[in-house]
């Protein structure tokens, strides 16, 4: 059964310094997403992305935070200096159709910034 | 404004006890309603979407019913392996695929 891949399950990183999460999403969907969820919180949008740009973002998604497809399989988060409260479950997801069909979502990258 | 509420937060129930878990959504245009499962340190499992009021879906011991205010997921004689979080989510107004979750309500099954 196809899934969304997300790598690596679990960052360390120092404050300040930049991290990239990575993620392979469904081969035929072409809806991408982020969202996170920090510890006992709800699922929090970050953005989504369609055909090589962002078309929604939340207020969440500041200039810190960047996406990229930089090949036709992977999927990246990149946030470019690292705050604590950035600290949180990051979760993938791709749809096929976007508003219309249903998303499905990784296993999730664990960041936890000291 | 978009928004999702679900009750309880917290549920315990001994197996085979049925119950049922609420979501109330307040949405300009339903595009879908889903349901997810989350177990501890996972990502969302997707179970359910609903369309439109009145529809149903069933899987195993889970059914989920949807009107135009909220949506129910029905479980029927839980068994353990049932526990995790259950998410509601809706595509918000945009029309981006953009998902709005609740906060999820916490099941316990006690064998």
């Known amino acids: 059964e196809p899934e969304v891949t997300q790598t690596p399950s679990h960052q360390v990183t120092q404050m300040g310094q930049e991290v990239i999460l990575r993620c392979v999403p469904i081969?035929?969907?072409?809806?991408f997403y982020w969202y996170r969820q920090i510890l006992g919180q709800k699922v929090e949008f970050l953005v989504s992305?369609?055909?090589?740009?962002?078309?929604?973002k939340s207020e969440i998604f500041d200039d810190q935070f960047s996406v990229e497809r930089p090949d036709g399989s992977n999927f990246t988060l990149k946030i470019r200096s690292t705050k604590l409260e950035d600290s949180a479950m990051y979760f993938c997801?791709?749809?096929?159709?976007?508003?219309?069909?249903?998303?499905?979502f990784g296993q999730g990258t664990r960041l936890t910034v000291v | 404004e978009d928004q999702v509420t679900q009750s309880p937060e917290a549920l315990r129930l001994q197996e085979g006890e049925s119950s049922s878990l609420n979501c109330s959504y307040t949405?300009?245009?339903?595009?879908?309603l889903f349901w997810y499962r989350q177990d501890p340190g996972k990502g969302p499992e997707f179970l359910f979407t609903?369309?439109?009021a009145g529809e149903e879906k069933e899987k195993e011991r889970l059914k989920a019913t949807l009107t135009k205010k909220e949506s129910f997921l029905h479980i029927t004689a839980p068994k353990p392996e049932d526990s995790a979080t259950y998410l509601c989510?809706?595509?918000?107004?945009?029309?981006?695929?953009?998902?709005?979750f609740g906060q999820g309500t916490t099941l316990q099954v006690k064998p």
């Open positions: 609903l369309y439109s």
């Open positions: 081969s035929n969907h072409l809806y």
């Open positions: 989510a809706v595509h918000g107004s945009s029309n981006t695929g953009k998902l709005i």
């Open positions: 949405v300009s245009g339903l595009r879908g």
């Open positions: 992305f369609y055909n090589n740009e962002i078309s929604e």
């Open positions: 997801a791709s749809s096929e159709q976007g508003s219309v069909t249903e998303a499905f």
